[in-house]
Nanobody, 112 residues
Framework: QVYVTESGGGLVQAGGSLRLSCAVS????????AEWYRQAPGKPREFVAY???????NYADSVKGRFTISKDNARNRVYLQMNSLKPEDTATYYC??????WGQGTQVTVSS
């Protein structure tokens, strides 16, 4: 069984930055795909970012140019660097490993 644990969320002012971290039990190199999703209160879950070992990254239009996803197989970590945060980025952020292994989420709140 794969355990996925997100951390790094918190409260930040608009324009600020946060880096989310996703820890994976065992070897992350077993999995090519890593993704981040988010869900705001009262809204459906939405795609944020995707990376695939050796392949291109992909981002939602709403975060393109502000967020960067990275995968560190040596540390069994996936990161989401979030810059120029906006109040509409407020949500619970979820890490997904290998398309099917979800974490419990970490809350990000951006104040105006």
């Amino acid at each position: 069984q794969v355990y996925v644990t997100e951390s790094g969320g918190g409260l930040v002012q608009a324009g600020g930055s946060l880096r989310l971290s996703c820890a994976v039990s065992g070897s992350l190199s077993r999995f090519n795909a890593a993704e981040w999703y988010r869900q705001a209160p009262g809204k459906p879950r939405e795609f944020v970012a995707y990376t695939n070992s050796g392949g291109p990254t992909n981002y939602a239009d709403s975060v393109k140019g502000r967020f960067t996803i990275s995968k560190d197989n040596a540390r069994n970590r996936v990161y989401l660097q979030m810059n120029s945060l906006k109040p509409e980025d407020t949500a619970t952020y979820y890490c997904v490993i290998g398309r099917v292994n979800w974490g419990q989420g970490t809350q990000v709140t951006v104040s105006s």
